[in-house]
């Protein structure tokens, strides 16, 4: 089958022009490669040509001019390696080619396409995407458009703390390799124009900043926690009382919650208590500091009880954070104190 990639869809006796060939059965060809055609019956030669471009797409009409604007600029810079590789890279647009890709597109030898992708990427016409190489133009596209929905997600959820990596990936990168999508999120960060937190990502610049509802019922939540010391009541509790004193819902006061906890004002636990920071750092703080007037720090569930001034109910949830978090360490049914700096928490 051939596609006239022109206007008219014909060429004339004796004219030249852009055309698609697709064959009932593989071909092997390099770039260059001169070819005839010829009619099944009767047969006779109807014309020849050069092959340009191994492996394109379908081509569809409405991309035809840009179709022949690639196919002209490869004819124009033949046997001029680098160039080629830019333009199909180029052409390629947020997919990207591999390696592989690129080889197979202009029939180089590995070493010969090794030697031109290393050369354009130090000149900064194209990047590396962890093995994937993509044009300057679209990477910065694909990063301009990353901070664009990041910033329209803020607008739509100003306190929630970031959006998923995966939601991102599948709004901006849906036509992009994965490998992409990371080295997009890399260089951003390493820019410091986004932040990105295990699986959640936000911009730098994001401030949440409430209303004065929200701001009553986030001085409400952290108000029970630093007043309730050691024995606070369950988080479903908390919000809800929180959420009814200050007229707001209890998705909100989650979203406060987390907030909380990306300030570092609160800790989580366990699923059903949290604390306030400097709660727990004075909590630390204590253990450490009998263990070093006793010279013992072997520490057991009763006698951390009393230090804590708590029930069992407290004491061992908080005895296994304290495990998580390398303050203590499990030895049978008691534990040695560990004297490391207090962790930096970044809670789930």
């Known amino acids: 089958r051939i596609q006239i990639l022109n206007a008219v869809d014909e060429i004339n006796s004796g004219e030249a022009d852009f055309a698609q060939i697709r064959l009932e059965v593989p071909v092997t060809a390099v770039p260059g490669e001169r070819f005839i055609i010829r009619s099944y019956s009767p047969q006779a030669t109807i014309a020849g040509g050069k092959v340009i471009d191994l492996l394109a797409a379908k081509h569809r009409s409405r991309d035809r001019e840009s179709v022949r604007g690639v196919l002209g600029d490869l004819l124009l810079v033949e046997g001029d390696h680098n160039r080629t590789i830019q333009i199909l890279v180029s052409a390629a647009a947020t997919a990207g080619m591999s390696f592989s890709q690129v080889q197979t597109r202009t029939g180089l030898r590995s070493d010969a396409v090794r030697t031109a992708i290393d050369q354009m990427v130090g000149e900064g016409l194209i990047i590396d995407a962890k093995g994937i190489f993509i044009a300057k133009k679209h990477f910065g596209d694909l990063s301009q458009s990353l901070k664009e929905n990041l910033n329209l997600f803020h607008k739509a959820e100003p306190l929630a703390r970031g959006i998923s990596r995966e939601k991102l990936r599948e709004a901006v990168f849906s036509?992009?390799?994965?490998?992409?999508?990371?080295?997009?999120?890399?260089?951003?960060?390493?820019?410091?124009?986004?932040?990105?937190?295990?699986?959640?990502?936000?911009?730098?610049?994001?401030?949440?900043?409430?209303?004065?509802?929200?701001?009553?019922?986030?001085?409400?939540?952290?108000?029970?926690?630093?007043?309730?010391?050691?024995?606070?009541?369950?988080?479903?509790?908390?919000?809800?009382?929180?959420?009814?004193?200050?007229?707001?819902?209890?998705?909100?006061?989650?979203?406060?919650?987390?907030?909380?906890?990306?300030?570092?004002?609160?800790?989580?636990?366990?699923?059903?208590?949290?604390?306030?920071?400097?709660?727990?750092?004075?909590?630390?703080?204590?253990?450490?500091?009998?263990?070093?007037?006793?010279?013992?720090?072997?520490?057991?569930?009763?006698?951390?009880?009393?230090?804590?001034?708590?029930?069992?109910?407290?004491?061992?949830?908080?005895?296994?954070?304290?495990?998580?978090?390398?303050?203590?360490?499990?030895?049978?049914?008691?534990?040695?104190?560990?004297?490391?700096?207090?962790?930096?928490?970044?809670?789930?």
């Open 175 to 348: 036509l992009s390799r994965p490998e992409i999508f990371d080295a997009v999120i890399d260089f951003l960060a390493a820019a410091g124009e986004i932040q990105v937190d295990k699986d959640i990502i936000r911009l730098a610049s994001h401030r949440s900043d409430l209303s004065p509802e929200l701001a009553a019922l986030r001085d409400r939540i952290l108000d029970h926690y630093s007043n309730a010391r050691l024995e606070v009541k369950k988080l479903d509790e908390i919000l809800t009382d929180a959420a009814a004193a200050t007229a707001n819902s209890q998705q909100e006061a989650r979203k406060i919650l987390q907030m909380s906890l990306d300030s570092n004002e609160l800790v989580k636990v366990t699923d059903e208590f949290y604390f306030a920071s400097n709660v727990i750092d004075d909590l630390i703080a204590r253990i450490r500091q009998m263990a070093a007037e006793s010279g013992d720090r072997v520490i057991d569930v009763p006698k951390f009880k009393e230090i804590a001034g708590v029930s069992r109910k407290y004491a061992i949830p908080l005895l296994e954070y304290f495990d998580r978090e390398h303050v203590t360490a499990r030895v049978g049914d008691k534990r040695v104190i560990l004297y490391a700096q207090i962790p930096d928490r970044k809670m789930e």
